[in-house]
Each structure stands twice: as structure tokens, then as C-alpha cells.
């Protein structure tokens, strides 16, 4: 499927979406001030994700609270799907797909926590995840980066009692050369040179690395 098709089949689906809204919001939600709402959920998620993630998290959902903010919309009982198209529209070019679809499965998580509180349209849910674009094969990456100061902490774990094991290795590399998974899985013994102390990406197409 190319993108044009891809991009056609969303826009009706958002559509049929937005109309599902507009014909069954309920009109007995509880007000909420978003970056209140931003504020409670993130400190409720901490209790069980690491603080890399909360942070990711926290980045991609100010995006939309500060977008928010701007229009003037301080109460989420009034959000509309309009305003969820709006939104995606005003930041799909400045992202990739895989960022996008991060930063709306963000909000689309933290609108289900809004739900719950009786604060946002059920409906709204659904329509996002209409919105969240789709990902080609080789597009699915994630794009969450571990905390630098998470990571020495890790190292110097791996250091101290699991020195020169598979995963400090792996873990020093990857922090050493900033190098992808597909570069490390294709080192040899031959790449190695303890005594310069270098490790040197060789490029095999010949064997498939």
C-alpha cells in the first residue's frame, strides 16, 4: 500500500470517526485543566515505568498540552476530534511517522486515563487511534532514548560485578561508538585489536552484514 492510499483510508476513517463523536459526546463530563491532568497521570505511571519512559512521556504529551494551551482550550471536557486532526496535522510534518505515531499513542493513552475520570469524550479514543499513523515494515523503531545518566549508572552495575560479561560488552559498545544493534551483531574477532584498544565496523555485503 503507498502512502497516497494509506493517507486516503485515513482521512476516512478519521471522518467516520469525528462523526461517531459529534452524534454520541455526552454532556455530563467533569472539567479538567490539561496540564493538571498531565501532571496527575505522569506522577500515577511512575510508580511502574522507569523514569526514562515517564520522561518521554512527559516531552511528547507537552507537545500537546502547550498546543493546547495556545488555542486556549484549559478544559478537557471540551476537546473535540477537530481539535485532534488540527493538532496531528500541525506536527505530522516536522515528525516522522514513527515519532508521530509515539507522540499520539502518548496521548491517546493519557486521554483513556482522562476517560476514566469522566473528563474526556470516550469517543475520542477510538478517533485518535484512527489519526495514528501507519508504520511500513522498517519503520517500526523506537525512537525512546535511555536516560544518559541511567546508563552510566548501568555500566558501572555491569563494571563491578559482571565485568567483561556479554552484556557489559554490549552495553559498553553501544555507548562507546553510538553504533545500531545490526553493526554489533556483525563484529568478528578480526575486528578487534586489543592492543590500539580500537574496534573497527567492517562493511560485508557479500555476507549479508
Known sequence: MDKTTRSNEEVFAAVSGLEAV??????????????????????????????????????????????????????????????LVEYRDVRRPKLADTSLQNELGTVRKWLEYGVALESVEPSLVDALGHLIPALTSGDDASDVLIDPDRCRSILEWLSRYEYASRDHVTLQLLWDTGCRLSGLRSLD?????????????????????
Open 22 to 83: 459529534a452524534q454520541g459526546r455526552r454532556d455530563d463530563l467533569q472539567s479538567v485543566v490539561p496540564r493538571q491532568m498531565m501532571d496527575e497521570w505522569l506522577d500515577l505511571i511512575q510508580q511502574d515505568r522507569s523514569m526514562s519512559t515517564v520522561e518521554s512521556y512527559r516531552r511528547r504529551l507537552d507537545q500537546f498540552v502547550a498546543w493546547l494551551e495556545d488555542r486556549g482550550i484549559m478544559d478537557l471536557s471540551t476537546l473535540s476530534g477537530r481539535d
Open 189 to 209: 574477532t578480526e575486528d578487534v585489536d586489543p592492543e590500539a584498544r580500537t574496534v573497527t565496523f567492517r562493511d560485508r555485503r557479500d555476507t549479508g552484514t
